[in-house]
């Protein structure tokens, strides 16, 4: 038998699945109404008020989707073996791989951050900021010798490479490899410039980038 709060949970998460896969087909979160989320979960439209107060409040339940994404991929320890060249390499492809496999929530996340309403536009800026403050974090052991405000600044060129290239990592499709290497190749080219800077930052007096040792982070 499912429990009440059980079956609450499936509820809630059925409205989240139906306005992800009606993002996946193509629609804007702002255009999306509260009937076309509840006919494509099954549900009849009363049902929607039990769990939100509005397509706002829905929007921020996914929010909270991509927080507990986050903090998945933010989870690692320090390998401080591998060259500048392989740690690069590892976050393009972890991000290409991250960005298909959550394509429908990425989606959400593209529209939203700069198009939705402010209250979801601010749960998502939130959400980034908490990303930043981790990359930023583990900058020291990355890079050691960056000053903390240097870090923030790195932080978020490192975020924004990533975001830029967003649209068209969703727009090629998995099985297309051959772009796919091109635009991996392109990100890590990009990434490799900022962490190539903060190099430069962390030891101006010794030549820049190469007096300062490079490590990478590995999956836990």
Do not use: W
């Not at 290497?181 to 190469?210: C, F, K, N, T």
């Amino acid at each position: 038998m499912v429990t009440r709060a059980e079956q609450k949970a499936l509820t809630r998460g059925a409205l989240i699945d139906s306005v992800l896969r009606i993002i996946g087909g193509g629609a804007n979160f702002a255009s999306i109404s509260l009937r076309e989320v509840t006919k494509a979960a099954g549900l009849v439209p009363a049902s929607f008020y039990r769990h939100f107060d509005d397509m706002d409040g829905l929007g921020l339940a996914v929010v909270d989707e991509l927080g507990l994404d986050l903090r998945r991929l933010m989870r690692g320890t320090v390998d401080t073996d591998l060259p500048l060249e392989e740690v690069v390499r590892g976050l393009a492809y972890g991000y290409e791989t991250y960005v298909h496999g959550a394509a429908h929530l990425v989606q959400f996340v593209n529209q939203a951050r700069t198009g939705g309403s402010p209250r979801v536009r601010a749960a998502i800026a939130h959400e980034l900021d908490f990303f930043i403050s981790r990359v930023a974090g583990s900058l020291p052991d990355l890079v050691p010798g960056l000053r903390p405000g240097d870090r923030q600044t790195v932080a978020e060129l490192l975020l924004a490479v990533l975001l830029e290239s967003t649209t068209e990592l969703l727009a090629t499709p998995e099985e297309d490899e051959a772009r796919l290497e091109e635009l991996r190749d392109a990100l890590s080219a990009r990434l490799m410039i900022v962490l190539l800077g903060a190099q430069s930052l962390a030891h101006p007096v010794r030549g820049g980038a190469s007096g300062s040792p490079v490590r990478a982070v590995k999956r836990a």
